[in-house]
């Protein structure tokens, strides 16, 4: 089942588009990398596909996802989210219980399978000894991790990630991409996740979206750049 459909998408920032002829389906139960050169829009794609972008001309659809308005359904962590600074008041625990909100109205109490789902995503990320601590003392890679927690607490039909492995040192990476593949196959929700580690991560996807450019294309103003779908047999890589 499709979650989001992109048909003919195009747009930009300046009078030039930066994504053209963007034709992309995110499918339930996927795991999907998005991989470009520095500048070629991922994070504007990731927009898009959310609705924090309007497309100048196409479509963007979501038929597998509820209505607005019916939260609960799409965890988000975008980039550079974990830039707390020290003052940051919240604790841990806090942060991550503030996940469960997107599934009921602000300021009621939250219930007993609110806290399970709270524990077992900071139990998941490796930081549920550290609950209790201010957000601000943390390193940038546990800063990183309780952000993901904080979307997997919501249990969201679909996960959507811009670079979400920065700050984490290699075991971390790869404890991450398998928690991913374990979200996918257990759970049966989709990840779209913007990456620049593809080989680290290519053991456990099932689709790689490649945002590249066009022929005569010229990537410092992003006019052309298209996205595609690729996929590639276990021990290969991308050109």
């Excluded at 996940?99 to 930081?127: I, T």
């Excluded at 550290?130 to 991790?145: A, P, T, Y």
């Excluded at 991450?176 to 996918?184: A, C, I, K, R």
């Amino acid at each position: 089942m499709e979650l989001i459909r992109m048909k003919e998408v195009v747009f930009g920032y300046t009078e030039y588009p930066c994504l053209d002829n963007v034709n992309l389906s995110v499918m339930q139960g996927e795991f999907a990398a998005i991989i470009g050169p520095n500048g070629a829009a991922k994070t504007t794609l990731l927009k898009l596909m959310l609705g924090l972008l309007k497309p100048w001309t196409g479509e963007i659809e979501r038929p597998g996802l509820p209505a607005e308005g019916r939260g609960g359904t799409i965890g988000y962590v975008p980039q550079q989210i974990a830039s707390f600074n020290s003052g940051f008041p919240s604790k841990v625990l806090e942060f991550v219980q503030s996940g469960r909100y997107a599934r009921r109205r602000w300021f009621a109490r939250l219930g007993a399978q609110d806290h399970a789902a709270v524990e077992a995503a900071l139990k998941q990320v490796g930081m549920w000894h550290l609950r209790h601590n201010r957000i601000g003392e943390l390193s940038g890679g546990q800063k990183q991790r309780i952000c993901i927690a904080r979307a997997l607490a919501q249990e969201p039909d679909l996960l959507v990630l811009d670079e979400p492995a920065t700050g984490m040192d290699k075991e971390s990476r790869l404890g991450f991409y398998e928690l991913m593949e374990h979200q996918v196959k257990r759970h049966g929700r989709s990840v779209v996740m913007v990456t620049h580690g593809l080989e680290e991560a290519l053991p456990r996807i099932d689709r790689v979206i490649e945002l590249k450019r066009k022929e005569g294309g010229d990537w410092k103003c992003c006019t052309t750049s298209s996205c595609s779908g690729h996929f590639w047999p276990e021990g290969s890589s991308p050109c």
